[in-house]
């Protein structure tokens, strides 16, 4: 028998049995399009967390004190500006440093007030942090050292605040004291549930004196490369402990984030995954199921054609390839179902889904491979069934 | 006029030829015989009627020479092919190309229109589909059904649907056809058509036919009557062997 003719025979016995067909594939179809879905959401969170990360600058190296890590108690800065001026002469180069004091603070523009994080950094920031400008300008060397109580503000702050109004020049109110609005962000979004548009920058010096404590939340040095960013880690981390022997200084980089990050959402993007493979393993247990029935119900045929001529090989290869199709059209349908529910995902709702060939060759390649592995046990019964026997079945 | 330009050994000029055939069966640890020691020799363009009442032994005597089943003791040559030099593959392929097969309850393909159900055994040889066409509407149209090729078994009476049968058992040019039984769910006028073209085929083509039955009159219609009994050959009315 050729391979062509066992294809039609199969299909049309699949065509005989259209509902019983129809239902033993969606077990494989709700598996497939479940391990498309799910990797795609994983694969998505996976590279949304990516994007935000990328998305704060490149290179960035960012120095806490204390030890940082899941359960670490925070830890009370004893880093002040004399710190930030020493970190400044190890790194060499003033420019690729800066600072953060943050504080969260009512900001207040006649009757609206917004509640904002309000962060005094310096003129270095936007060396090192990705924060575009739409207008205005940024934070200069003479409003940190004179103390000017001047703000650039972040998009959603600004929209809040003003509405369609032109901040620029305009003063707004924040913890009491009166700034003036002197640049304005282009919107960013968040990190890691940071909503960097909700914050207005003042200079580190008048955010100090506004917040009456001279110490700082962290320092954040550029690398000029890749390949710079883990000397120069270690190099500030080693400065830092020797200026204060004992304590601990943390200095992560967007690397070790990306890694640790990426990691966990991977593990989690397989996990999820395992979970719709077993769906599609049920699947495949039920193509195997119903192909046992299938021969049961089809002894007499069998004998039939055993009588008429068909081999053990013949057999086998015809009810072989009714369940690698069941499984196969199944898949492919799956498949589909899987793209356009990512898609639709995608579109209308916040959750992020990303379709990966990998997911989608993978699921395709499992559900032929659930066909051969489920299909063979029937189909060698259906093989090796004594044409005597099959042809008095009733 | 039955074909004799064959140039094979006497000894294989036979369609069947059997020598102390058993066949036993083992049933919950116990060993019965269902054929004791049967030797026959039926040859090419021969109509046999193989008699006997049920549990005689002559369902399992045709389950023998159809090369359904194997001899537990004996040798049975199938058109010159000693049977247990063949493994399954051999026999199947010797069932495809020489032997017809026509049961007694049709074994037609349901869904499956008329034209599809005769060119089955050729999917198995392997010929192509337009040349399978051509031979199932040959042999279709042989048998006088040539005006319902695509009519499926449900839309048959029983005595088409048994002549689909016979067409099938004819498309593959058989050496033999084997009929068990095939007038018992027929009824009389059926019966006697069906005859009519078994005997028609083996008179015009010299296909040797073999008939399993236990009607008399339907064994009658035979040139030769071989009565099995209790596992064994009774009476042969035959020319011997």
């Known amino acids: 028998m050729r391979g062509a003719e066992a294809l039609r025979m199969a ?15 969606f077990g494989v179809v709700i598996g497939v399009s ?23 600058g490149s290179n960035i190296i960012l120095v806490v004190p204390g030890q940082v890590g899941l359960g670490a108690a925070p ?6 500006l004399t710190d930030v001026a020493y970190v400044r002469r190890v790194v060499g180069d003033p420019s690729k440093v800066t600072v953060a004091v943050n504080s969260g603070e009512p900001v207040r523009v006649g009757r609206t007030e917004v509640f904002a994080t309000v962060t005094g950094t310096d003129q270095y920031m936007p060396n090192i942090f990705e924060r575009p400008l739409h207008r205005g300008r940024y934070l200069s060397a003479t409003d ?3 103390r000017r109580r001047v703000a ?5 702050v600004a929209d809040k605040l003003f509405q369609d109004v032109d901040p620029i020049g305009r003063q707004i109110t924040v913890a009491g004291v009166r700034f003036r609005v002197i640049g304005l962000y282009e919107p960013v979004g968040a990190t890691f549930g940071v909503a960097r548009d909700q914050e207005v920058h003042i200079p580190v010096t008048t955010a100090q004196r506004l917040v009456g404590l001279n110490r700082i939340n962290g320092i954040a040095v550029g690398a000029s490369g890749p390949d710079e960013i883990e000397p120069l880690r ?32 991977g593990m989690l993007t397989g996990v999820l995954a395992a979970i719709a493979g077993i769906s599609l393993l049920v699947g495949g247990v039920g193509v195997s199921n119903i192909m046992l029935v299938s021969v049961r119900e089809r002894t007499r045929e069998i004998g039939l054609r055993k009588a008429l001529g068909a081999r053990q090989r013949d057999v086998l290869r015809q009810f072989l390839i009714e369940a690698v199709l069941l499984t196969t059209i199944g898949g492919v349908i799956g498949i589909l179902l899987g793209v356009g529910g990512s898609l639709l995902i995608q579109a209308v709702s916040p959750v992020p889904a990303a379709i990966t060939w990998w997911s989608v060759t993978l699921a395709f390649g499992v559900s032929a491979a659930v066909g051969v592995f489920f299909g063979v046990a029937p189909a060698r019964r259906a093989a090796r069934l004594d044409p005597v026997i099959a042809l008095r079945a009733e | 006029m039955p074909a004799v330009e064959d140039t094979a050994p006497a000894a294989e000029e036979a369609a069947f030829e059997a020598v102390g055939l058993t066949r036993s069966y083992r049933l919950e640890g116990v060993s019965v015989d269902a054929l004791r020691g049967v030797s026959l020799r039926i040859g090419r363009g021969e109509f046999v009627a193989i008699v006997g009442p049920s549990g005689s032994g002559k369902s399992t005597l045709m389950h023998l020479l159809g090369c359904l089943d194997r001899p537990t003791v004996g040798v049975l040559r199938v058109n010159g092919v000693d049977v247990s030099t063949l493994d399954d593959g051999g026999l199947a392929d010797l069932r495809n190309q020489v032997i017809g097969f026509v049961f007694q309850s049709f074994h037609l393909l349901g869904r499956t229109s008329a034209l599809d159900n005769v ?26 059904l040539g005006h319902r090729l695509d009519h499926r078994p449900s839309q048959m009476s029983g005595g088409e649907q048994q002549r689909v049968a016979i067409a099938r058992a004819l498309v593959g040019d058989p050496k033999v056809v084997l009929a068990d039984e095939p007038t018992g769910n027929l009824d009389t006028r059926n019966g006697e058509e069906v005859m009519g073209i078994l005997a028609r085929l083996n008179a015009e083509r010299g296909v040797a036919v073999v008939l399993v039955t236990h009607e008399a009159e339907v064994a009658a219609q035979a040139r030769r009557r071989i009565h099995v009994r209790d596992g064994l050959i009774e009476l042969d009315d035959g020319d011997a062997p």
């Open chain 1, 234 to 265: 270690q190099k500030v981390v080693q400065a830092l402990a020797e200026r204060y022997p004992g304590e601990r200084f943390s200095a992560v980089t967007q690397t070790q984030l990306l890694g640790t990050i990426g990691s966990v959402l």
């Open chain 1, 34 to 56: 479940a391990v498309v879905i799910l990797v795609a959401i994983g694969t998505g969170a996976k590279e949304a967390v990516e994007g935000e990360i990328a998305g704060l």
């Open chain 1, 75 to 80: 830890t009370q800065s004893r880093l002040d």
């Open chain 1, 152 to 156: 650039v503000l972040g998009s959603e």
């Open chain 1, 144 to 146: 940190v050292d004179t």
């Open chain 1, 11 to 25: 299909l049309e016995a699949l065509r005989v049995n259209r509902l019983r067909s129809a239902l033993t594939m």
């Open chain 2, 119 to 144: 060119a089955l055994p050729l999917v198995y040889r392997g010929v192509g589909r337009a040349e399978r066409r051509r031979r199932a509407e040959e042999a279709l149209t042989s048998v006088g």
